[in-house]
Each structure stands twice: as structure tokens, then as C-alpha cells.
């Protein structure tokens, strides 16, 4: 079975091959296509060369062809959207203001950005502000680690008191200090919380906040986080 879709992508149609067939797969890869494999019952986990498997035709909707156009042609996703911001992945012109506000030593690593993204399909995501366009911040998750520092305080957000550590993710936001003081950390951050959710199923989330930065552990309170025993 083979099958070309069309996403749209910046008002520009991008062709997206499914099938079922690896070797056609193959073909329109190496043609520089973009591809989405379709399983079957009688295919081996390693035969595919598809990086995406959908197990059903009409799961290919259009916002999904459209995210697989914009991970082909190396182009952000849009995360989601609140009255003020839009939390979308980090693109190459967002590298500059990133190290500029010393926002993390692993955020201005364009390919360890880039390969989490597909791997996880979540990771920090720029805030851009949509009356001016302008990076505002990040905003977005990693998956615990055991290396917290021992000035930091572990706060937790549980959904499910029944089903937790199993499903966690560790928030982490910076608004930089321009944008501050105007309730984008909160917005941020629930908007991201929400995406999580609803995309990921987590059910629990965990925020690493140095002990004397107040401001944090305000949003985080306001949040609903309770610094954990």
C-alpha cells in the first residue's frame, strides 16, 4: 500500500508518503521524501526505515502531516498557544538570545536540541510572545535526574496520587528579564503542564528551584506545586 498526502506547511504543500512498504519507503527517503511507515502484522520492528509508524491510515490527520513536513524540512513545531504566547520548539534563530540570558549550557546545542525533539517529541521549547514576535523565554521538560545540586529544592504537581513516580517529568522555565513581572512564567508553564497531559499522559511533574530564588518558588506555588518532604 502506498499512498502521498499533502501537508501544509508555511502555506506550501509538502508531499508525505505512507506505506507500508519498506522498500518504497526506502526509495522516497533517499529521494529526500518525507515518509510516514504504515505497519503491519507481518512486519519486524527492525525492517522499518521510516522513523514514524502509524498502525492506521486515518491517523495521518492533518496536523500530523503537517508536523512530519516540519520535522523533514527541520522547521519548529507549534506546541500550543495561549492568549499571549506561543510555545513552539526551539529553531536555529533562537540560539543567539539563548546564550545571551545564560539560560542553560545544553540549551545552545542546536543537534542535542534537535535529536531529543524526535526521540521524545518534548523537550525545552522557546516562549515567543505573539504581539512582538520576540523570544520571551523557554519553557518545557526533561526526564528526572539524580544530579540536583544540594542547594535546590524538589517541589511536586500530582494529578493521580494513586500513579505516580512511574510518570514523571521535570519542569524547568526561564522568561527572561525584559519579559518578567507580566504572569508569562505562569501562563508558560500551565499551558506546557496541559500539553503533557494531554499528549504524554504524565500525571506527575517535579520542579528543581534553587532555595533562594523566591520568585520561582512563587510561580511554582501558584502553579499548584508543594515543596516535597
Known amino acids: 500500500m502506498q499512498e502521498i498526502r499533502y501537508a501544509m506547511v508555511d502555506g506550501e504543500k509538502v508531499p508525505v508518503l505512507i506505506s507500508d512498504e519498506n522498500e518504497a519507503l ?3 527517503k533517499a529521494a529526500r521524501r518525507a515518509i510516514v511507515g504504515l505497519w503491519r502484522e507481518d512486519g519486524k520492528e527492525n525492517e522499518w526505515c521510516a522513523d514514524t509508524l502509524i498502525t492506521d491510515v486515518e491517523d495521518a490527520d492533518e496536523e500530523f502531516l503537517e508536523r512530519i513536513a ?7 513545531w507549534t506546541i500550543c498557544e495561549t492568549e499571549r504566547l506561543i510555545l513552539r520548539e526551539i529553531a536555529e534563530r533562537d540560539y543567539e538570545e539563548i546564550v545571551k540570558n545564560h539560560v542553560d549550557d545544553g540549551l545552545d546545542t542546536a543537534e ?11 523537550g525545552f521549547w522557546a516562549v515567543e510572545e505573539k504581539k512582538s514576535g520576540n ?3 523557554v519553557v518545557g521538560f526533561r526526564i528526572p535526574q539524580d544530579d540536583a545540586a544540594g542547594d535546590v529544592e524538589d517541589w511536586l504537581l500530582s494529578f493521580d496520587d494513586e500513579n ?5 517529568l ?3 522555565y526561564h522568561i527572561f528579564p525584559e519579559y518578567r513581572r507580566q504572569g508569562y512564567a505562569k501562563e508558560a508553564c500551565l499551558a ?5 497531559k494531554e499528549e504524554f499522559g504524565t500525571v506527575q511533574f517535579l520542579a528543581r528551584i534553587e532555595k533562594d530564588n523566591i520568585v520561582s518558588k512563587k510561580v511554582a506555588e501558584r ?3 508543594v515543596r516535597a518532604a
Open 223 to 225: 502553579l499548584g506545586f
Open 26 to 28: 526506502q526509495a522516497a
Open 192 to 196: 506546557a503542564v496541559e500539553y503533557a
Open 135 to 137: 523570544l520571551a523565554g
Open 70 to 76: 516540519r520535522r523533514h524540512l527541520g522547521l519548529p
Open 112 to 122: 542535542k536540541i534537535a535529536g531529543h525533539y524526535e526521540v521524545f517529541e518534548f
Open 164 to 168: 505516580i513516580l512511574d510518570d514523571t
Open 170 to 172: 521535570e519542569l524547568g
